[in-house]
């Protein structure tokens, strides 16, 4: 973050100093966790479900805190009173007092986060949304774009009220790239995540049934996904997937100029030649108006090849070549945890641990790309789909979770393993499509799968797992790994 004095800090959240002369400059960085809390940084005083920030903020403070950003007083005890002069026992900028003291937390750390980002005036920011593919796209947008200059993004899926302006506080002169998540829960919420950085360029992958719940419907789904581009200035760059046609019905609601992407002819930036190799990585050519080039992704799944696609365009307006774009694509890495982390076993078992998250166009991609890579080899592998619940669905839970078994048998996966009740579903929609036998079969949890699968898994099968992060099924797929070394 920039350097200011708490004085500042108050004045911009509107909140008042307490035990301070405000003199304390924070030039570290903003963390609310004090493990992780650095000389001279701001710690944020979050009361949560098991514990409470403002019983650990003298602690921050005595562990080299500049400061505390806090809903409500805290007294520093004198037992933890600061070993050098330059730490200030009680500095406390306190924050509003409306809608609690969580809630006046977040409003002010909005508020920093927004005068941050307005007083970097060479800062892009880059905000991307949509009901899948979010993660994986940041990653790709902030590998092609770091050649260019300093770049920050949020790790994994820090994407919400506290993970977003966290990210943008992150920002310092020296940055030159600011990429951003937005997720949404609900109308209302991209258009404030906006408010708080807002960005220059802003693409939207896809419209799903992600949050189906809180949206209602697609379509409903869709406005809350267009906030992005109707945030964006007119100078500003909309990047649209011309493939799904709620997304490219969006152009309509922005005043910034607009990138059509996919494999659409339509698509300004697009795809062609699609082929996938054993690890079902794509390989494809890039089509655009300033020429062609070849691209070959490191990262997995077909569905990869869209998320490259938006990417390529956003450096295209930010004056790469296509050459340039396919090195930077070719040498991009899978960065977030469990999302395609795809490994082979010395016994020649292939591990897809995708378990991070899960929702119906998610776990979709993920089979289509376990059927390519099962596919690849002559004969064909053995494949297992380990499936848990999908969140968040509302009433169309049981319909989205028998789809999802149907589609297992669809695609001639070989075994399906549906793990807890909320799933019972997919394992009633697989046999329904006409699975049959013990092809699909259902465990109470992740502990009971992993006893099925290490008795039964054998050398050159390929394995899913895949199931909405709650459930952390991700177990699964590091039990497999591990066995696969003894």
């Known amino acids: 973050m920039i350097a200011l004095t708490l004085a500042e800090i108050a004045e911009i959240v509107g909140g008042r100093l307490h035990a301070t002369d405000g003199s304390p400059v924070v030039t570290g960085t903003i963390e609310f966790d004090t493990r992780k809390v650095t000389e001279g940084g701001l710690f944020l005083a979050l009361p949560g479900e098991r514990v409470d920030g403002h019983d650990f903020a003298a602690q921050a403070v005595a562990q080299g805190a500049a400061g505390v950003l806090a809903g409500r007083e805290v007294d520093a005890p004198s037992v933890i009173a600061p070993p050098v002069e330059t730490r200030h026992a009680n500095a406390y900028v306190l924050a509003g007092d409306t809608g609690g003291e969580g809630a006046a937390v977040l409003e002010a750390l909005a508020k920093l986060a927004r005068h941050v980002t307005d007083r970097l005036k060479d800062l892009t920011i880059v905000g991307i949304t949509g009901s899948a593919g979010k993660t994986s796209t940041k990653d790709l947008i902030a590998q092609v774009l770091s050649p260019a200059g300093e770049t920050i993004a949020p790790p994994g899926s820090f994407n919400n009220e506290l993970g977003h302006p966290w990210t943008a506080l992150r920002a310092t002169e020296d940055t030159k790239f600011l990429v951003l998540e937005l997720s949404a829960r609900g109308i209302g919420h991209i258009a404030n995540l906006c408010e708080i950085a807002p960005p220059k360029f802003g693409a939207v992958l896809n419209v799903g049934t992600a949050h189906l719940s809180e949206f209602g419907s697609r379509e409903g789904i869709a406005q809350g996904k267009g906030e992005l581009v109707e945030s964006l200035p007119q100078d500003g760059v909309a990047v649209l997937n011309a493939d799904d046609p709620l997304v490219a019905g969006m152009a309509s609601r922005t005043k910034a100029k607009v990138v059509l992407v996919g494999e659409s002819q339509k698509a300004d930036v697009r795809a062609e030649n699609i082929v996938l190799d054993e690890h079902a990585r794509a390989s494809f050519t890039l089509k655009t108006a300033k020429g062609d080039a070849e691209v070959k992704l490191g990262v997995n799944g077909t569905h990869q090849v869209g998320n490259a696609l938006v990417a390529a365009a956003i450096a295209l307006e930010l004056g790469a070549t296509p050459d340039e774009v396919a090195r930077r694509l070719g040498a991009a890495e899978r960065v977030s945890a ?93 046999h329904l499509e006409g ?52």
Do not use: C, F
Request: no cysteine; glycine share 6%.
């Open 435 to 486: 699975s049959w036998g013990d092809e699909s079969v259902r465990v109470p949890d992740a502990d009971a799968a992993i006893a099925l699968l290490q008795g039964e898994v054998r050398p050159g099968d390929v394995v899913l797992v895949k199931a909405s992060n709650a459930y952390r099924l991700w177990r699964i797929a590091e039990a497999l790994l591990e066995a696969g070394t003894k």
């Open 338 to 430: 469990h999302r395609m982390d795809i490994r082979d076993r010395p016994d020649g078992v292939t591990v897809i641990d995708d378990a991070y998250n899960a929702n119906p166009d998610s776990v979709r991609a993920a089979l289509k790309a376990l059927a390519s890579i099962a596919r690849s080899s002559a004969p064909a592998r053995r494949s297992w789909a380990v499936l848990g619940p999908m969140a968040e669905l509302g009433d169309d839970a049981v319909r989205e979770h028998d789809e999802i078994g149907r589609l297992v048998v669809r695609l001639d996966i070989s075994k399906l393993v549906v793990v807890g009740e909320a799933a019972r579903a997919m394992h009633q929609g697989a």
